[in-house]
Every structure is written in structure tokens, then in C-alpha cells.
């Protein structure tokens, strides 16, 4: 494996992630290692919240995959991240219909309260990072703003802050 | 399987279902064009992303044009009407070209694949005089790391040839489509710098770049400006298989040995001696033979593996740094040579090291990483100071106005130019190890092979993995494997992994078919043939030598009896031999 200096805090998190992948008994000359490449990637982002490169070489070595191949799935698909997210990620569609209800302005609103901009760095305090994406299927609910799993419908610039204050209280 | 009847251009023709509509029409010598399509990458596999659309054609009965490198003909097609060149197909793929050169830089005169480029090629046939569609470009870095690749993704039109060949063909696995869309890239993992990834610089990624995104670096200059110096003596080794391939680029015959046209070729460009790697191979093999002997007599420390060629060097220190210790700790031929001119030669002609300048002519990209091993320095002294590949030697003959068809024929010079038929075969796939069993035969029995004996018939060919049982002498049997392509050098190794004892001698190449086939040769341009007749030119040049035996070489003798003593002798294993790194970072 990769030989950065892995943290000793992550040890525990590396540790999960190995046990992941080992539930999923993948051999070096199973030809169906990369379709479960995908699920791994998940679940290791999910452990990490996001995926630097110590954690992709990792789940390459564990796979019998190139650090390439894991690489070249991370960087194809929206979800996966190679930044660290904050705890909480406000996703803000802007798919055609969150966009012509308005979407484009809960978006600046969100980052002029914050003062960061959407896929850059989370908030110096490490609880909020912004990103824009399309379209989560709730078209029905536009403008669509969503906070980690959860989803709020028919959002304005206003109620976006109310959003951010509640999840900053809790902290 | 069944046949199928069908119609191209209006010509009936019968085929095997599964033969697809380019295969069908190549046999009706119907030219359809390709540009992603590359048929015969090495070890089996070709590139069919049908990525490109530049084979477009019209079927009847189809609403849309179909790709015809991806379109298998298939045992439900009875009676299928293709046209290939229909006003649809024509301005479709006119199209298509125009969509990639949109994104392509228009630098064709200064570009190093000018006239060696298949889209430019493409581009001269259909006569595209304007690009109608002019919008964002992709501009990226070019990434030159690594002293022997150069990348320049502004050129890159996405055909994954490159990729292809790095993780199916050598498993090497350097390269990756990267990102999605209009920015989606070939490229490394996380867009790391080449020389940071698992790459071995083997060059097969050059071979196939249908453009100039993926290119060597050239030393060319520097070799202009050290022959204009008139402070250095500059001299130059050739590698076995360079000799096979530059007169394809001259109008001789593919494969066809040049040797002494190449050496007159060399004295013309202004190289103060020109002398032969072969005789560094046949000194290789004095070492190693030596080597293989005292392992097989212990016992210990087997197999062992043949470490000529730096591409499978690199590739195991990054994939099996468990293995580091079972390959033959003699350095390469190359190396070897520039370590004995630095030392003996300079001291011979009485002159410094620093003023002594070694040029090599190599068929090899990954050379160029090799000369610049921190480790093949003396105070910062390179052995090797500049590698050209035999492309980039051929540009310099024609830049100097030097044509091989006219030039005088010549004889390499001495102290470091002869060398035995033993020596040719380095540059093939079973070469090595042949020429190695040969003097291993001497040592082991105190007496020479003699006539037909001295060709080892079972380690020759272009297949990727060869094995045979050698009996060296009565009792002393020796299985052997022979892998070219560094996807069969990992079935090999991974052999080695589980069962140690199966194999006692083992040779390596990076490049399928051997360095006649190496990153830095003329282009194949997809013409495996060209392979088979370079094989058979090296084995030609070996026949015709009386001298077939490294230990025969009386320069090698010479050379051990004034200065090196004897083989793995204590100077020998200072300027020969070398050791080995985990390259993984």
C-alpha cells in the first residue's frame, strides 16, 4: 500500500474499512472485484467523508485493483469526493426545475451567509461545506436544498438561513 | 458457427457470424477509416472502444449509422446491406474529425508526431481546410516527470489506446479515463506526475498514441551540442535491435539487418568512435552466466531472472518488491557499457570521464529513466549521459541530410565493438537467456556447443510465455520460462510466488515480442508483421557470425584479462553489478 503516513486516528477507520472489504471476500482473480468497487467507495466515504489518496490506494490494495482503476471511478461520479466535507453538506440542486424557481438564489444566499463557495472548502469551523447538483428527483418540491440525508422542500433565501442556524445550534 | 450472407458497397460476401463490418469490408479491401480502432496491441488484445465514430457506415433497415469496428455481424443479420461510403457516413465522419480537431491544438509543424500522425493523416485525407466549430478547448500541463514520457493531454483525442495497452496488455495499470465529460481525460490516478505512479516507462503508450499526446523525450539536442564540442570525445552504442528497424524508415526492407550502413551512418553524424552494445550483452553474459552457475550449484536463491531490460525492472520494484532479490544483480547492457568507457576506455585514451560523452541509440524509452538511475553516476558523472531512441535517430540522419540507402558501409571500432551472434538475439524475446544458456553450457562442461547445438530452438518465438527443459549437462537439467509483455512477466511471477521450484532460469522483457518491439522503435502503425521480420533479421545476423559465443569474444577476454580479472571478480561487481528498490511510494 501506499506508504504515506497514515494517522494514528485513522487507524481505527482503516480498520472498519478492512473489515468491510473483507466481509465481501474478494480474490485477487475474481473478475467481478471492480463491479463491487463502487459499493467499497461508499462505504469508505461514509467512514472517512471523503476519499484522499491514502484511502484510495488502500481500497486498491485490498481490491487487487491499480491505484489508478479506483481513481479513475472517484473522479467520474459527483458523489465521491477527494476534499474534506464538513459535517454537514448542504446540497443545493439546480436542476431545470429548482432553477427557474429560484434555486440559483438560496445557493448565493447559502454562501454569502457561510462565506464559502459551493465544492471548495468546508467552513473554517468544519461544520458546513457546500455543493451544487442536479436534480435529486423531488422536482415537485423545487427549489430543493438538501442537508445530508435530509430534504427540505420549496426553499427561500430566507428559510435557507433559518436551515443553517438550526443545524448550527446544534453543532 | 454460422455463415451469414451479405452485401457491402454491393458486393455479396459470406461471413463467420461475429465478424464485424470492418473486418467484413478489410476483406473486400474496402477501406473504411479508423482512428480509436487498434487491432493487435500485443498479447491478444486490441482497442474497440468505438469511442471515435470515425467508422460510421450505413445499413439498411438501421436508423443510425453504426460504428463499424463495433458492429458484429451476427447470425440474425442474414442479408445485411452496408454502404461505407454514403453522403451520411462521409458527413458524419467529417463531423467527427472536426469535433476532435476543434479540441486539438493546430501545432502539426512543431509537433513531434508531424507526418507520424493518424489524425493528421485523417485530417490530409478528407481534405479538412476549416473547422466550423469553435469553442472551448481543454488545455492541460504537459507532464514531463519522468526523463522519458512525455505526456501532453492537449493533444490527447481520448481513443484510450494508451490506457489500454498500460492495464490489459503490461498490467501496469498507469492509467485511467479521469473525470467525466467534456473534461474527461486519460490520464494518472488523481492526475498524479507520471514518474510518481506505477508507470515502468516501457513506452508501449507511445507506440500506439494515435497523436502527439504521448511522446518521448527527446535528447537530441544535447547530443547535436556535445558533438559540436570539440572539449568532448563523444562516442556511441547501439543496441542489438536497432539494427533490425532503422532501415524501415531508409526504404530497406522490414527487418533487414543495416548494421554497418547504421555504423557509417553514425561515423557521418560526427561520433568520434561508434561502438555496439553487443559487446556490453556479451559481457552481460560473462557476469550472468557466472551467476547463474554459482546459484545453481548452491541451489539458493532461485530463480533467476534475467535483468537486461529496465521497463520489467521497474515493474517489479513497484508491483513484486517481495521479489527483489531473484533477479541477476548484473546491470544492463547499456549500463554496463557506460561504466566500462567511464573507467577503462577513458583511461585508456588518457582523458577525463567528465570529458568523455556516451550517446546510446536504444529501441527503449524506459532506457532513458535507466541512464538517469542516481545510481549508474560517479560524482555526478553519468555512465550513460544521453539515450535516443532509434525514431529519434532516424530524425537526426534526416535532419543532417544523412541517408542510409547512400552512406558507406562500416565496421564498428575497437576496444568496445565486437561482440558475438549471442549478442544480436538480446533484442528478442528468448534472446537473453539463449545466449546465457550458451556460456552456461561452457561452464558447466569446460567445452563449447557445437553446430546445431547452439541454437536453443524451444526459448525462440513471439509467443508470450515460453517454457522448456534445458539439459545443461548429464544430471543437470534446468526448466526455464521465457515472458515477454509485462502482462506474462506477472503469470510468471506470480508462478514464481507460489512455486519457487519450478522454474530455475527466467527471462523477462517489458515489451510484447521484446525490445524489437520496444517504445522507441519505428512505428508499427499496427502492422504486426513487421515484429516477425525484425525477429527473424536479429536471428539472421547471429547465424551469419562465426562468433556465437559471448566468452568467445576476444575483446571481452582482453577487457577481463587487462582490468577486470575475472568474472565476479571484485571489480567486476563494483562496475557491473547493481541492486534493486521498492519504487512504490
Known sequence: MCKNSLSPALADKFAALEAYIADLNITRDDARRRGRLIQVLHRAQQIFGYLPREVQCFVAEKMYLQEADVSGVVSFYNYFTTKPKGKYCINVCLGTACYVKGAEKVLSEIERVLGVKADTNPTEDGLFSVSALRCVGACGLAPVVMVNEKVYGKVTPAMAVEIINEYKQRG | ?585
Open chain 2, 1 to 585: 458457427m454460422k455463415q451469414v450472407n451479405i452485401t457491402i458497397n454491393g458486393v455479396p460476401l459470406t461471413v463467420p457470424e461475429g465478424t464485424t463490418i470492418l473486418e467484413a469490408a478489410r476483406m473486400l479491401n474496402i477501406n473504411i477509416p479508423t482512428l480509436c480502432y487498434y487491432e493487435k496491441l500485443g498479447c491478444g488484445v486490441g482497442n474497440k472502444p468505438a469511442s471515435c465514430r470515425v467508422c460510421v457506415v450505413e445499413v439498411e433497415r438501421r436508423r443510425n449509422l453504426a460504428p463499424a469496428c463495433a458492429t458484429p455481424i451476427t447470425a440474425f443479420d442474414e442479408g445485411m446491406v452496408i454502404h461505407t461510403n454514403t453522403q451520411r457516413a462521409l458527413k458524419a465522419r467529417r463531423t467527427v474529425l472536426e469535433l476532435i480537431m476543434s479540441d486539438h491544438p493546430q501545432t502539426c509543424l512543431t509537433c513531434a508526431k508531424n507526418q507520424d500522425c493518424e489524425l493528421q493523416t485523417l485530417a490530409a485525407e478528407f481534405g479538412i481546410s476549416e473547422i466550423e466549430y469553435q469553442g472551448a478547448t481543454n488545455r492541460i500541463p504537459k507532464d514531463a516527470s519522468s526523463n522519458a514520457i512525455m505526456r501532453d493531454l492537449s493533444k490527447c483525442i481520448r481513443c484510450r489506446r494508451c490506457e489500454t495497452v498500460c492495464s490489459k496488455v503490461q498490467t501496469v495499470g498507469a492509467l485511467t479515463g479521469y473525470g467525466r465529460g467534456f473534461s474527461a481525460k486519460v490520464a494518472t490516478a488523481g492526475m498524479m506526475p507520471l514518474a510518481d505512479t506505477s508507470c515502468t516507462f516501457c513506452g508501449q503508450c507511445v507506440n500506439v498514441c494515435p497523436t502527439g499526446a504521448i511522446t518521448g523525450i527527446s535528447y537530441v539536442k544535447q547530443v547535436w551540442a556535445a558533438l559540436n564540442d570539440p572539449s568532448k570525445t563523444v562516442i556511441v552504442q547501439t543496441a542489438p535491435a536497432v539494427r533490425v528497424a532503422v532501415g524501415q524508415e531508409f526504404g530497406f526492407e522490414p527487418g533487414v539487418p543495416v548494421t554497418k550502413r547504421l555504423v557509417g551512418g553514425l561515423r557521418a553524424l560526427g561520433f568520434d568512435k561508434v561502438f555496439d552494445t553487443n559487446f556490453a550483452a556479451d559481457l552481460t553474459i560473462m557476469e550472468e552466466a557466472n551467476e547463474i552457475v554459482q546459484r545453481l550449484k548452491s541451489g539458493q536463491n532461485l530463480p533467476i531472472l534475467t535483468s537486461c531490460c529496465p521497463g520489467w525492472i521497474n515493474f517489479l520494484e513497484y508491483q513484486f518488491p517481495d521479489l527483489l532479490n531473484i533477479p541477476s544483480s548484473c546491470k544492463s547492457p547499456q549500463q554496463m557499457f557506460g561504466a566500462i568507457a567511464k573507467s577503462y576506455y577513458a583511461a585508456k585514451l588518457g582523458i577525463d570521464p567528465k570529458d568523455l560523452v556516451v550517446v546510446s541509440v536504444m529501441p527503449c524509452q524506459a532506457k532513458k529513466y535507466e541512464a538517469s538511475r542516481p545510481e549508474f553516476a560517479n560524482d555526478e558523472v553519468r555512465d550513460v549521459d544521453y539515450v535516443v531512441t532509434t525514431r529519434e535517430l532516424c530524425r537526426m540522419f534526416k535532419e543532417a541530410g544523412v541517408n542510409l540507402q547512400g552512406i558507406a558501409e562500416s565496421e564498428y571500432d575497437s576496444p568496445l565493438g565486437e561482440s558475438s551472434g549471442a549478442a544480436d538475439i538480446f533484442g528478442v524475446t528468448g534472446g537473453v537467456l539463449e545466449a546465457a544458456l550458451r556460456t552456461v553450457y561452457y561452464l558447466v562442461n569446460g567445452k563449447n556447443l557445437e553446430g546445431d547445438a547452439v541454437n536453443f530452438r524451444d526459448v525462440r518465438g513471439l509467443e508470450g510465455v515460453k517454457e522448456a527443459s534445458v539439459t545443461v549437462a548429464p544430471g543437470l537439467t534446468v526448466n526455464v520460462a521465457v515472458a515477454s509483455g509485462l502482462g506474462n512477466a506477472r503469470k510468471v511471477l506470480e508462478i514464481v510466488r507460489k512455486d519457487p521450484g519450478r522454474f530455475q532460469a527466467i527471462e523477462i522483457m517489458a515489451c510484447p515480442g521484446g525490445c524489437i518491439n520496444g517504445g522507441g522503435q519505428p512505428y508499427l502503425h499496427g502492422n504486426a508483421d513487421l515484429l516477425e521480420s525484425r525477429m527473424k533479421g536479429l536471428y539472421a545476423e547471429d547465424e551469419a557470425k562465426t562468433l556465437r559465443l559471448s566468452h568467445e569474444n576476444a575483446d571481452i577476454k582482453q577487457l577481463y584479462a587487462e582490468f577486470l580479472g575475472e568474472p565476479g571478480s571484485e571489480k567486476a561487481h563494483h562496475l557491473l553489478h547493481t541492486c534493486y528498490h521498492c519504487r512504490k511510494k
